[in-house]
């Protein structure tokens, strides 16, 4: 894990306008707030003009003003699925665990739930 099991997660809702899409993708920019350190995107793909399927934006690390540009990296979603098929035809290990998934869901929903209310969800 890159930062640690997720304790609490704050979240704000995409405001979107008719036809300013590409101005509010713009906006789009994932943070990940650890308790000594920030992981900040540089854009989601669609905003950046790469290819959807590359989700390999770069970033910055770090705290100020020792923060330094990160560069992305492509994800493994081939190998992903390469092993989600071996463990359910061959009984491999599944790539990603039961609890670990249940868990990323968890972070979704109180994703969801912090964008409606406007406060912090504790997990």
Known sequence: MLFGRVTSVYAEPARRRERAVSAVASQHEPRLLGPEAAYVSHGL???TGQPVGDLSTHGTLGVSPDAVEVPGLSGAHAGFYRLLVEALTAGGPLPVGPA?????LDVI??????ARTGEVVAL
């Open 109 to 114: 929903e109180a994703a969801s739930t912090s």
């Open 45 to 47: 793909p669609a905003a």
């Open 100 to 104: 670990d998934a249940v868990r990323a």
